[in-house]
């Protein structure tokens, strides 16, 4: 087993290598200060005999969608050879927006919580809706949360199993069949909700009939201390920009396929997001080819694209 841990410096980028057989990557930070937006740091790691992209994320308690977008030639459902070499993209970019209570970030297909009067922000991988089946992009609430949820499928979802052979009760009891978990966070949007899943292999990727789905170990840490009343905002940002110390930083996203002609999920959308975030009185030195590449190719990890001078 390995346990050896160093540091790796390439061009404004610092990365920690860490290659253990198993590992998890912390779900709550400090919140940075001077509105500073980085937390985490990325990791790389070697495949184990039989890992699969499944099995890598689980270990690291990220979505599928990260170990996608950080590899190339990885899919949801590539098999490894012992000993790849993967990028695990465990540093986050806090989303542009104000720094309280939950914020979903869809085409990131993760969740950030902000504890009211606390100086941490906590982070989960999620999984959400289908294309055509996204929860509504807007601001809402935590409505109510139950502990063993029952689940009243909803016609769509139930036409969709018929269609398969499958009968669904019109009402499912709470139960290891249940699709819902043993937890349910309702929000202030009528019939959807966060909620764990018995599908673990559906975060990090768009499987849901709309609902927002948490791995059972991030909801049961998550559950207990959110309370109905929380404020949720619900984005579609797939480029954030925002500043780390002296230096400007893009993370990149896939957009989500119906919004990909929204204004904010194109090229043009990335160069008004960074020249917004331009200082008027300072100068400020911007790699405009890295922006073209990340745009085109998203990787999911911040990169410094720019630099005060």
């Not at 980085?38 to 599928?64: A, H, K, M, W």
């Not at 085409?107 to 906590?122: A, H, I, N, Q």
């Not at 768009?206 to 404020?231: H, L, W, Y």
Request: with cysteine; aromatic share 8%; net charge neutral.
């Amino acid at each position: 087993m390995y346990t050896k841990r160093f540091r790796k410096t390439i061009g404004l980028l610092t990365i920690s290598l860490l290659l253990p057989l198993s590992n998890t990557y912390a779900k709550d930070f400090a919140l940075p200060q001077n509105g500073d937006s980085l937390i985490g740091e990325v990791q790389y790691t070697t495949t184990q005999p039989g890992d699969t992209t499944t099995t890598v994320s689980e270990r690291y308690n990220v979505g599928l969608n990260t170990i996608v977008e950080a590899n190339s030639n990885v899919n949801e459902r590539s098999v490894f050879a012992p000993g790849t070499s993967l990028a695990i993209a465990t540093r986050f970019m806090l989303p542009p927006v104000p720094r309280k209570g939950i914020v979903i970030n869809l085409p990131e297909m993760r969740l950030y919580y902000y504890p009211e009067g606390s100086d941490k922000v906590m982070t989960f991988p999620i999984g959400i809706g289908r294309i055509g089946k996204t929860v509504p992009i807007r601001q809402t609430i935590i409505a109510r949360k139950k502990i063993n949820p029952t689940w009243t499928p909803p016609e769509d979802i139930r036409q969709f199993d018929a269609a398969q052979g499958i009968q669904l009760p019109k009402v499912m009891a709470a139960g290891p069949d249940n699709p819902l978990g043993p937890y349910g966070i309702y929000l202030g949007i009528p019939t959807y909700l966060i909620h764990s899943t018995i599908f673990p292999e559906s975060i990090g990727r768009r499987a849901s009939f709309g609902c927002i789905r948490m791995n059972e170990s991030d909801i049961k840490q998550f559950f207990p201390i959110v309370t109905p009343g929380t404020p949720v905002e619900i984005i579609d940002m797939p480029y954030k920009v925002a500043w780390n110390e002296n230096q400007l930083y893009l993370e990149a996203h896939r957009p989500l396929e119906e919004r990909s002609d929204v204004e904010a999920a194109t090229l043009a959308g990335v160069v008004r997001s960074i020249e917004a975030s331009l200082p008027r009185d300072q100068v400020v030195l911007v790699n405009w080819q890295l922006v073209a590449y990340l745009a085109e190719q998203p990787d999911g990890i911040p990169h410094a694209i720019g630099v005060r001078l």
